[in-house]
């Protein structure tokens, strides 16, 4: 059974750094690196978004919010992806959530959360 296990998050003041970090556990190393990673966000009273893609080529995609502030990379020796975020706004603030969409089932992480205040 595939698991996602996220780390990284905290409080952080705006202008801000952070990474998140997500290890799939569960999976071999050659089936973790043919998939597409995403994170998605949850602020509370909103609807989960989608932030970053990774593709299995390393190809990114970012939603228009964060373009420029945060970087998606992913380590496949590590069966690991990361969330690089700079410039946080008081806007970012949100449970963080990592996404495996596998041959077997869509999994998800259990959130970390993101405080971004002053």
């Known amino acids: 059974q595939v698991q996602l296990v996220e780390s990284g998050g905290g409080l952080v003041q705006p202008g801000g750094s952070l990474r998140l970090s997500c290890a799939a556990v569960g999976i071999s190393f050659s089936a973790f690196s043919a998939y597409y990673m995403q994170w998605h966000r949850q602020a509370p009273g909103k609807q989960r978004e989608l932030v970053a893609t990774?593709?299995?080529?390393?190809?990114?995609d970012y939603a228009d919010s964060v373009k420029g502030r945060f970087t998606i990379s992913r380590d496949n020796a590590k069966n690991t992806v990361y969330l690089h975020m700079n410039s946080l706004k008081p806007e970012d603030t949100a449970v963080y959530y990592c996404?495996?969409?596998?041959?077997?089932?869509?999994?998800w992480g259990q959130g970390t959360q993101v405080t971004v205040s002053s």
């Open positions: 990774i593709t299995s080529d390393g190809s990114t």
């Open positions: 996404k495996l969409d596998e041959v077997a089932g869509v999994h």
